[in-house]
């Protein structure tokens, strides 16, 4: 199957300073990708879609001026969270669709803010 | 997009048949049935899909009812590695539920 990557894969940062989470297509092309956030014992929860070219769609609640992302290839998505505090930690999961209708995820990256 | 419910656990006998049922009442007609699963700590794993016809691949079948209301995934031979939390999804947008904790037991 398809290769999602996610960079880093765990990250520990202070209060106030921001983090680039990476997502990457190893051997495929994506003009969309899809960023989730998983608090423990919960369900993943869709944050945004990333638009290859054009800005990111949020959905309902998500702070884009929060939660900054960036599509700039066809192979690479990045959501930085900016001025991350304690509740942000969280564990954040993108996914692509390969050519066909199914979509592969990444393996996630654990943010922890202290 | 259409909702799903799913059970929130489930047991199984290590090697036997393990049958997860999905309710997918509001699905539209062009819509696909996905499932994922998610090992702890790991993002999901693309499992199956249909849209109206049962599949099988090497990992497990999908039965789809023929009002396409509902569906279950077979895992044939269940095995400890299989334990897992399990998704059953309804594009257009991936949207989790909840899903069903399975848990296989020796």
């Known amino acids: 199957g398809a290769v999602v990557s996610q960079h880093p894969s765990w990250v520990i940062c202070k209060s106030g300073t921001s983090v680039k989470i990476e997502c990457r297509s190893l051997d495929f092309q994506a003009t969309t990708m899809f960023w989730y956030r998983q608090f423990p014992k919960q369900s993943l929860m869709l944050m945004a879609t990333?638009?290859?070219?054009?800005?990111?769609?949020?959905e309902q609640g998500v702070e884009k001026d929060k939660f900054l992302i960036n599509h700039a290839s066809l192979t690479l998505s990045t959501l930085t969270v900016t001025s991350a505090h304690p509740e942000d930690s969280s564990f954040y999961i993108c996914?692509?669709?390969?050519?066909?209708?199914?979509?592969?995820f990444g393996p996630g990256t654990r943010l922890t803010v202290t | 997009d259409a909702k799903t419910t799913q059970p929130t656990s489930m047991d199984c006998a290590e090697g036997r048949a393990a049958n997860l049922p999905c309710n997918h009442s509001t699905i539209s007609g062009n819509e696909y049935v996905y499932w994922y699963r998610q090992i702890h700590s790991q993002g999901p794993q693309y499992i199956i899909h249909?849209?109206?016809n049962n599949e099988t691949n090497e990992m497990a079948s999908l039965i789809i009812t023929e009002d396409r209301k509902s569906s279950t995934l077979i895992l044939p031979h269940a095995t400890l590695r299989d334990t897992a939390v399990y998704y059953c999804i309804v594009r257009v947008r991936v949207r989790f539920g909840a899903g069903t904790r399975l848990t296989v037991k020796p």
């Open positions: 996914s692509a669709p390969a050519g066909g209708s199914e979509q592969y």
């Open positions: 249909g849209l109206k």
């Open positions: 990333s638009n290859e070219g054009s800005k990111a769609t949020y």
